[in-house]
């Protein structure tokens, strides 16, 4: 199920939408330099939360659409036989992260990006038998969040099978937030939705994301 959330109230804490940000020296300098400055706080700090996973860029184009935030993710989950060498039934998950301000966000945005998002797919999506996943993820960052909007992107699923499943798949998902009133939703396979929910911690998982995968496709 998608999830929506907001919260707001008088309580004291830190800035809505904001959190504390890595010291830059606690990250190994290949790190460092590889995350660009966005002149945002607020998606400094969404970067803070990808970096160790995302390969990161700012302003960024695709088909005539720019966005201040790009985020690439590329693994590969194998089997292996005494030796890495020795490996079989190598599978393959990407996911394409596409995020950018807006004041306003609206259902004719979002369903523009739906769009594009299948231009993405056509063009960087390599079907075959070692192809898992991939998602094409589109956030929108707003000042507030209409319930026209919510309502549209609460539940949306858009996920098409490649030669019916056997190349795999690849997955459109949308997230909106507006931080400032601490709110936020996304669509339902969107798991990437925490790291933009910066007023709430990120709870480590009980194993990490690879065994977790792993245990989904095998099982």
Do not use: C
Not at 79 to 84: A, V
Not at 152 to 161: A, E, I, K
Not at 185 to 199: H, K, N, P, T, Y
Request: charged residues 35%; proline residues 6%; hydrophobic residues 35%.
């Amino acid at each position: 199920m998608a999830e929506r959330d907001s919260s707001g109230g008088e309580d004291e804490g830190p800035k809505p939408g904001t959190a504390p940000r890595h010291d830059p020296e606690e990250l190994p300098a290949e790190i460092r330099e590889g995350v660009p400055d966005y002149d945002d706080e607020y998606l400094d700090r969404v970067s803070d939360r990808l970096l160790y996973s995302y390969d990161l860029d700012a302003d960024y184009a695709v088909d005539g659409e720019r966005f201040e935030l790009y985020a690439e993710l590329r693994m590969r989950n194998q089997k292996q036989f005494l030796h890495p060498a020795l490996s079989y039934a190598d599978h393959e998950t990407k996911e394409y992260l596409f995020a950018r301000r807006v004041a306003t966000p609206t259902v004719g945005e979002l369903k523009r990006l739906v769009d594009l998002g299948h231009e993405v797919a056509d063009e960087r999506v390599e079907g075959d038998e070692q192809h898992y996943g991939t998602d094409v993820t589109f956030v929108l960052v707003g000042d507030r969040l209409p319930e026209a909007v919510a309502d549209f992107v609460d539940g949306f699923r858009d996920r098409t099978l490649l030669k019916f499943g056997y190349y795999g798949h690849y997955e459109v998902n949308l997230i909106v937030v507006a931080p400032e009133t601490e709110s936020i939703v996304a669509s339902e396979a969107a798991g990437i939705a925490d790291a933009f929910r910066l007023w709430e911690p990120v709870e480590p998982p009980d194993e990490g994301f690879f065994s977790r995968f792993a245990k989904r496709f095998w099982r």
